[in-house]
């Protein structure tokens, strides 16, 4: 099984419309991360958090929200989709405890607004 | 000027090849370096990490120049099974990682 789960995987959705992109991990990680990769632009930094309690805007957080529900999920919102953010999202982990920056990616969410 | 910028290619190469990478950064302060590899809509994996007195790790070889601020990836003998695209990424500090746009490289027969 992997380590770093989304659902969906791939989504169609219509502008205006509310979508949540949900992210798991059994890494036991306390870091988790959202980004989104659009051609020419590489990886960008949505939202961060370190903990449960921890929630930190990053690169590009308009239009966009965060829960951190449990230390093994993370999903990102988009409260009202419009089609500049039809791209590649991908959720990641980090283990903070060791210090290690490794980032372990899932699989992406494949975002298409209409 | 960006944070991290990169070549986007593509490098096309022949098998047995060997092909190098620059990526460039602009902030002196950045602490930590590495490379990640990229397949066609794949998530991105962790290549290898880049130490100040360079780091190899079988046919790739990773070095760090603090004083002109630029890594490199080199990659020898190279296979098919090379091509993807390969993204270099800076890491400021705790908060903040920054990823290249990538190179894509293409290894023909």
């Known amino acids: 099984d992997a380590d770093v789960t989304q659902t969906p995987r791939n989504r169609i959705t219509k502008t205006g419309k509310r979508i949540m992109l949900e992210c798991s991990q059994t890494k036991g990680h306390d870091r988790m991360y959202w980004y989104r990769q659009d051609p020419g632009l590489g990886l960008r930094l949505i939202y961060y958090?370190?903990?449960?309690?921890?929630?930190n805007k990053g690169e590009i957080s308009d239009g966009y929200s965060v829960s951190r529900q449990a230390q093994a999920k993370f999903s990102l919102s988009l409260e009202s989709a419009i089609p500049n953010q039809t791209a590649l999202y991908f959720c990641?982990?980090?283990?903070?405890?060791?210090?290690?920056?490794?980032?372990?990616f899932g699989p992406g969410t494949r975002l298409l607004v209409l | 000027r960006k944070e991290v910028e990169q070549d986007p290619g593509p490098f096309n190469v022949p098998e047995g090849a060997t092909v190098a990478f620059n990526c460039t950064y602009s902030?002196?302060?950045?602490?930590?370096f590495f490379w990640y590899r990229q397949d066609c809509r794949k998530e991105p994996k962790l290549l290898m990490s880049v130490y100040s007195s360079g780091n190899e790790d079988g046919r790739f070889t990773a070095q760090l120049n603090r004083a002109s601020q630029y890594i490199s990836l080199l990659i020898r003998d190279s296979k098919l099974s090379d091509s993807a695209t390969y993204l270099c990424v800076v890491i400021l500090n705790t908060d903040k990682l920054i990823f290249g746009t990538g190179t894509r490289l293409q290894v023909f027969p």
């Open positions: 902030n002196s302060a950045s602490q930590s």
């Open positions: 958090s370190f903990d449960v309690k921890d929630i």
């Open positions: 990641a982990t980090s283990d903070g405890s060791t210090g290690q920056e490794t980032q372990y």
